[in-house]
């Protein structure tokens, strides 16, 4: 990834892990690949869950954990959140018609992004969520194209706010 377009962000709780997402949102211009990568329990589908209620989802929003992908339609554009964790094979990816989610003018968030190696796919920004204190995690941005290096410049406004989130996740 490219080391001038990166920036660590710090979320003490669910509530500020939401509202990076929401942050996400509203600086995001499909067509826009995310790689979301952690452990188990890291907070990436909290993430994707704060980003696709923002743009205007109602309803529940899951992992896909066992669907592969969850597709959203958002008065702006289409979102494809696929979790590849049970993926055994990338060749399954091929036979589920990924490439044809990737054609489209959509904004594409992938967990467990490492189960796709061997079939090329270039993230515009990659977010690494690890646990930190007691219900907090870390996350690291990092941004692979152009694309991904303009959305992390629209975030910078939101994301100085996300650090004076408050533990409820109101502004201080």
């Avoid at 080391?3 to 990076?20: N, Y």
């Avoid at 959140?81 to 990338?90: I, K, Q, S, T």
């Avoid at 990816?93 to 990924?98: D, F, K, Q, V, Y």
Wanted: with cysteine; net charge negative; proline share 6%.
């Amino acid at each position: 990834m490219n080391e001038a377009g990166t920036r660590a962000i710090d979320c003490p709780d669910e509530a500020a892990t939401l509202r990076l997402g929401e942050c996400l949102a509203r600086a995001i211009e499909p067509p826009f690949i995310i790689f979301l990568q952690g452990d188990l329990g890291a907070g990436k589908t909290t993430l994707a869950r704060g980003l696709i209620r923002t743009l205007g989802v109602q309803g529940a929003i899951k992992s896909p954990t066992f669907t592969l992908v969850e597709p959203y339609q958002t008065a702006r554009f289409a979102v494809y959140h696929f979790d590849l964790y049970r993926v055994a094979d990338p060749q399954e990816l091929e036979l589920a018609g990924l490439r044809d989610y990737l054609a489209e003018n959509a904004l594409i968030l992938i967990e467990w992004p490492e189960r796709a190696a061997g079939l090329n796919l270039v993230p515009d920004m990659q977010l690494s969520l690890a646990p930190s204190a007691v219900d907090g995690r870390s996350v690291e941005i990092a941004t692979s194209t152009p694309a991904g290096a303009a959305v992390l410049a629209r975030l910078a406004p939101c994301l100085t706010q996300h650090q004076a989130l408050d533990r409820s996740g109101k502004l201080t």
